[in-house]
Structure formats: C-alpha cells, structure tokens
C-alpha cells in the first residue's frame, strides 16, 4: 500500500482500520516523501516510526529511506510491537540525524493522524449460551422429524389388508381342522378300540 506525505503530514485514511491485534509483519506501507524538505536533504537522514498504544506503551522501527528520484520511499512492514494491543494507536514519524559528535539531531517529524488496531476475537473453552440452545433447539427438531416420519409411515400402512390376510389365515386354519383325522388300522384292531368321531379308518393288511 502507498501513502503520500502532504507536507509533514501523513494521511492514514488508507489504512486506519488495516491493522489486527497480533499481527506480525502482516501488512506493508510504502510511504512516499519529498526528498528535500527547506532545501535540506533528507536522504542521509535516520527514519524511526513511533506508536503509542493504548497502554501507554511506545513502539519504534527503523526505517531505511530508499531514493526514488525526487522522493524518498520508506517502506514499513509494520512490526508486532505496534499490534500488540487493541484500540487507538497513536503514530508519529521522527527524521533526524548524526552531528559531528555522533549526537542525535532531530530534524522534524510528520504528523500522522492516529489509527485503530482491531482486537483480536477471544473466548472460553467452553459452550456458549447461545451455542447449547442452538444445539437443542436441533435435537428438538431431529425428535420432529422424526415423529412426523413415525405418523406418515402409518398413515401409509394398511391395516384393512392385514386384517383381511389374517381372517384369510383363520378360514385355512378352520378348513384344515374341520378335515377327518386318517387312522389306519388292522381289521382285529378296528374292532378292539374306541372309535372316535369325525375320524376315518383305513383297514390295512395284518
């Protein structure tokens, strides 16, 4: 993403909602500046990007300026110490450099309008509320479901049919029990025993 400095201000209208708690070296933003500013070249100059987090907490990077014919490109690949805790960020970019004695020297530093680091979802090991009456309100409806299955099952059975099979079965049972019981005897048997009824004897050979 690339962001161009109006003045000494650099907008972050790009990228204000860009960032996510815990983010590293996620995202990077080119940011394009004059590469003289009041006639003083900045190219040699020492780059750092601050933040200031919610906490109270302060950030930094180096950046290294790139020259790109009038400008100087500083690219951010934005760092997990900016990230690390959610909300308002405030941001700020100091341009300085080394004097004879090896002091700092600040030169300037562009107003950056502050930007917002989402937070990162959390939660319990553990069945929401919402989750548990989703869950039943599904078991419920699988019980339905499957009551209305059990009631259109017997609605399509046809009770009239097996009524009509089992007297079919009886008048067979009924027939089949009416039928004389088939005794065969021998002629000297025939006329020593008790003869029953509804009974047929056969004589047979000795």
């Not at 962001?3 to 990228?15: C, D, L, Q, S």
């Not at 040699?44 to 014919?69: D, H, I, K, W, Y």
């Not at 017997?154 to 089992?166: C, M, N, S, Y």
């Amino acid at each position: 993403m690339n962001v161009y400095a109006m003045g000494k201000t650099i907008p972050t209208y790009a990228f204000a909602n860009l960032l996510r708690q815990g983010e590293r070296f996620a995202d990077v933003i080119n940011i394009f500046i004059g590469r003289e500013y009041e006639g003083r070249d900045l190219s040699g100059c020492s780059f750092l990007m601050r933040g200031v987090n919610e906490n109270n907490e302060e950030a930094q990077q180096v950046l290294t300026p790139v020259v790109s014919g009038n400008m100087l490109v500083l690219g951010w690949n934005i760092s997990d110490r900016f990230t690390a805790v959610s909300g308002r960020l405030d941001l700020e970019l100091r341009v300085s450099e080394l004097s004879e004695s090896d002091k700092e020297l600040l030169i300037l530093k562009f107003e950056i309008p502050p930007v917002t680091v989402a937070p990162s979802p959390s939660g319990e090991n553990a069945v929401l509320p919402d989750t548990s009456e989703q869950i039943v309100s599904e078991i419920v409806g699988a019980a339905d479901e499957g009551v209305a299955r059990i009631r259109e099952a017997a609605e399509e059975f046809d009770i009239a049919a097996v009524e009509k099979r089992l007297d079919a079965m009886e008048a067979a049972n009924a027939e089949y029990l009416a039928r004389p019981e088939v005794i065969p005897v021998t002629e000297s048997e025939y006329s020593s025993i008790t003869h029953k009824k509804n009974a047929l004897y056969v004589i047979v050979k000795e």
